[in-house]
């Protein structure tokens, strides 16, 4: 089956980049999405079809995707931006989550 | 502003079968090109997907857990439901329902708020 690894964890000081990666076997011929979850609350949309934004999601959210591995960027991150951020594929009509990582704001 | 809102018990006995429904509010589940899927995620790890139906009853599931679920919708209520079947430990999560846009951006959202289901004697 198909698999997406990520780190369990990123750290960021405030107000720089934060570089979060997906890796996974030709990821970069799939569109790879990103969902942000806070503790406690349901994950939501941040990035979708590689480095698109839904309404409403800050410009400050970007992501790329080529070769084995999707990026999620977070420029200039805010202490609000701290959560669990998890990829996600289609492979052979099977959906498919990384394990996730942990960002961290200090 | 589209709704969706999970049900159902919050504990099940190992070798039964888990029962959740998902009510929609604030659009029509047989509107337009979406499926509905349901994902669940264990205490404390990640996210796994468990399958998607369209209105119109059409299913895919993971082939993880296709042996022992089934997803069906009731549009008359606004409605989708999910029946795991032969549940050990391993199933305890929190399950969650989400609009799947299917065969645009294939995403998720918005998402449910999720209900915690724990399988234990």
């Known amino acids: 089956s198909y698999e997406l690894t990520q780190p369990p964890s990123v750290s960021v000081s405030p107000g720089q980049t934060a570089s979060i990666t997906c890796s996974g076997d030709?990821?970069?011929?799939?569109?790879a999405c990103w969902y942000q979850q806070k503790p406690g609350q349901s994950p939501v949309l941040v990035i979708y079809?590689?480095?698109k934004r839904p309404s409403g999601i800050p410009e400050r959210f970007s992501g790329s995707n080529s070769g084995n591995t999707a990026t999620l960027t977070i420029s200039g991150t805010q202490a609000m931006d701290e959560a669990d951020y998890y990829c996600?594929?289609?492979?052979?009509?099977?959906?498919?989550f990384g394990g996730g990582t942990k960002l961290t704001v200090l | 502003q589209l709704q969706l809102q999970e049900s159902g018990p919050g504990l099940v006995k190992p070798s039964e079968t888990l029962s959740l429904t998902c009510t929609v509010s604030?659009?029509?589940?047989?509107?337009?090109?979406?499926?509905w899927g349901w994902i669940r995620q264990p205490p404390g790890k990640g996210l796994e997907w468990i399958g998607s139906?369209?209105?119109?009853?059409?299913?895919y599931y993971n082939p993880s857990v296709k042996s022992r679920v089934t997803i069906s919708v009731d549009t008359s209520k606004n409605q989708f439901s999910l029946k795991l079947s032969s549940v050990t430990a391993a199933d305890t999560a929190v399950y969650y329902c989400?609009?799947?846009?299917?065969?645009?951006?294939?995403?998720?959202?918005?998402w449910g708020q999720g209900t915690l289901v724990t399988v234990s004697p």
């Open positions: 989400a609009r799947h846009d299917v065969p645009a951006s294939e995403t998720f959202d918005p």
């Open positions: 604030g659009g029509s589940i047989s509107r337009g090109s979406y499926y």
């Open positions: 139906i369209y209105y119109s009853g059409s299913t």
């Open positions: 030709k990821l970069g011929d799939k569109y």
């Open positions: 079809q590689d480095s």
């Open positions: 996600q594929v289609w492979e052979s009509s099977t959906g498919v």
